[in-house]
Nanobody, 131 residues
Framework: QVDLVESGGGSVQTGGTLRLSCVGT????????MAWFRQAPGKEREGVAT???????SYADSVKGRSGVSQTNDKSTYTLLMNNLQPEDTATYYC?????????????????????????WGKGTQVTVTS
């Protein structure tokens, strides 16, 4: 049983900063890749940041330059730091992990990641940005 638990969401004003965390338990990942997704009301879930099994990162254009994704060496904890938050960043943020990643995604990034391709999901953390 693998559990992913997100934390760190909340309500901030425009221009604020949040650090989201995702802790995985009960796992023994093989070649994991991790992605942060978000879903706003009435919209599809979209990938915003990824980190592959080699530590290579990618970001959606909407958050590029003001976000950073990282992982611990044991790949049990992932973090998404978001600066200069805007009202359009308001969404529920989810972390997700795919194992045996290189076999499934020759190139794992926000352009290739898919909701259906991920193996494990957290339940999400709400981020609300007020103007």
């Amino acid at each position: 049983q693998v559990d992913l638990v997100e934390s760190g969401g909340g309500s901030v004003q425009t221009g604020g900063t949040l650090r989201l965390s995702c802790v995985g338990t009960g796992h023994s990942y093989t070649d994991p890749c991790m992605a942060w997704f978000r879903q706003a009301p009435g919209k599809e879930r979209e990938g915003v940041a990824t980190i592959d099994s080699d530590g290579k990162r990618s970001y959606a254009d909407s958050v590029k330059g003001r976000s950073g994704v990282s992982q611990t060496n044991d790949k049990s904890t992932y973090t998404l730091l978001m600066n200069n938050l805007q009202p359009e960043d308001t969404a529920t943020y989810y972390c997700a992990v795919v194992v045996f990643c290189p076999r499934k995604f020759p190139s794992f990034n926000v352009g290739s990641v898919t909701v259906s391709g991920m193996n494990y999901w957290g339940k999400g953390t709400q981020v609300t940005v007020t103007s």
